[in-house]
């Protein structure tokens, strides 16, 4: 992580740090602001829910799978001594 002086202080957008995205990203940010009507900020509020969101629901998926026992198997091995 880089280190700033002392006397540099982060731009920040409504509490949120911009000083860490390159050109590219603010310019997306900034079509995208101005295609929903939304501010920048709105915006990194909004993508930054659905992103914790979509890892939410990542981690949740084994929990969701359902695992069927495969009869035949099953039968195979309770049979062996």
């Known amino acids: 992580m880089r280190t700033l002086p002392r ?9 949120w740090p911009v000083d860490v995205l390159d050109l590219t990203a ?16 709105e915006v990194m509020h909004e993508v930054t829910q659905e992103y914790v969101a979509r890892r939410q629901a990542e981690n949740e998926l ?3 799978i ?3 026992p495969n009869t035949k198997l099953a039968a195979r091995l ?4």
Request: charged share 25%; no cysteine.
């Open 26 to 41: 603010m310019v997306e940010l900034r079509k995208l602001a101005d295609h929903t009507g939304w501010t920048i900020a």
């Open 62 to 64: 084994p929990a969701k």
């Open 66 to 68: 359902l695992k069927f």
């Open 7 to 15: 006397n540099v202080t982060p731009f920040k957008l409504d509490g």
């Open 78 to 81: 309770s049979s062996k001594p």
